[in-house]
Each structure stands twice: as C-alpha cells, then as structure tokens.
C-alpha cells in the first residue's frame, strides 16, 4: 500500500465499522465532550451530526466553531493496545440548512436508522465539521497528522 494512501484506508475502515464519536468542543475556556452519532462522505472532508438545537454542545459550537472529535476502535480488551486505533479529526463546525441539510440527513439516516425521525426533526440540527486535518494514533505510538484533499 502507498504511503499516501494509508490514511485513506485507515479512515474508510475506521469510519466503517465505528457508528459513534466523541464531539470536544469549549465553553468559556473549558473542554465539554460529548457521545454523537455522526456520519461522513467518501471525501473525508466533513463529518456530520444531529443535536438538538438547544443543548450545550450546539451553544459552545456557536460561541466557538473550533472541535475535535475523536473516533476509536477500542473494544476495552487487553490487546487494544496494538490493535486499536484512534483517530481525532481537528475543523470547524457549522450548522447546516435548507438542501444541503436534506441530503445529509439521508445519508445520516442510512448509518444510523433508529435515529432518521431526531434528525429529520425541526428541533434539530444537523452539524457539519469542515475538517482541517486528521491525527491517526496507531498502536498508541505511531502518529500521522493527514490532511485531507491535501
């Protein structure tokens, strides 16, 4: 396999076989994170969730664009160590509306089924995270900051 295209294989497996994340975002200074359901397209250059409009992590978003969400494929097994992997993608989020919002929350509700009516519904947002770079952490050491479209 070519070295450029190792991330993209990790990412596509990764993204694959992980339906959750953890979303960090800030308030006032200080990390929050949060369990989220998220989807992506093959690009890799955004990721998307639902949230309601009115919780803490849509509030910190709009006071501060900045996020990290982190994906793993740690299974809490003692070989997680060499195995698993983690992969934490640095961007910006932003709300999305109107045509753009109807195609993700269709291919939102394909990963995610159980979850297409809190989607679909107007109490929600659908979040887009415009990714800057990805850090993928492979056997807790080995470290490759991807860039993607880059």
């Known amino acids: 396999m070519q070295q450029d295209q190792e991330p993209q294989s990790i990412l596509r497996h990764l993204f694959a076989v992980a339906r959750f994340g953890v979303l960090a975002t800030v308030q006032s200074r200080q990390p929050y994170a949060n ?52 992969v934490t993608a640095l961007g910006r989020a932003v709300e999305l509306a109107g045509e753009e919002r109807g195609r993700i929350v269709a291919a939102y509700a394909l990963k995610h089924p159980a979850l297409e009516n809190f989607a679909r519904s107007p109490a929600s947002v659908i979040m887009k995270i415009d990714v800057d770079r990805y850090v993928i952490v492979r056997q807790f050491q080995h470290v490759t900051v991807w860039r993607p479209g880059r």
């Open 35 to 86: 369990i989220v359901a998220y989807s992506t397209k093959d690009d890799f250059r955004a990721i998307y969730f639902a949230t309601p409009r009115d919780t803490r992590k849509h509030l910190n978003i709009k006071d501060n664009p900045n996020v990290a969400f982190l994906i793993n494929s740690a299974e809490n097994r003692p070989d997680d160590a060499e195995r698993a992997m983690a």
